[in-house]
């Protein structure tokens, strides 16, 4: 299933120069692809689609910024409207 994340954090908890902003989720975590990555870095903000197994997949896969950051979690479709 995709998800669609926004990933914020505060200014004095920014991953620049700390790992940077990949230090925020952890890309190989099992039952997890990271299918697309943007950030607005000013902003302070990431936005990440995930194709996730499972929510336990996807905690898995956030866990590394849980302290640092604030998730929206959208579960998302590749699929057309039916109209």
């Known amino acids: 299933m995709l998800f669609h994340v926004k990933q914020v954090h505060t200014p004095e908890n920014c991953p620049y120069g700390h790992g940077g902003s990949g230090s925020l989720f952890d890309a190989t975590a099992p039952g997890t692809k990271l299918v697309g990555f943007y950030g ?39 699929h057309g409207l039916p109209f």
Request: hydrophobic fraction near 45%; aromatic fraction near 8%.
């Open 40 to 78: 607005s870095l000013m902003e302070h903000t990431l936005y990440l689609i995930v194709d996730a197994d499972s929510i336990d997949a996807l905690n898995k896969f956030l866990f590394p910024g849980m302290k640092s950051t604030i998730c929206t979690i959208t579960p998302v479709s590749d």
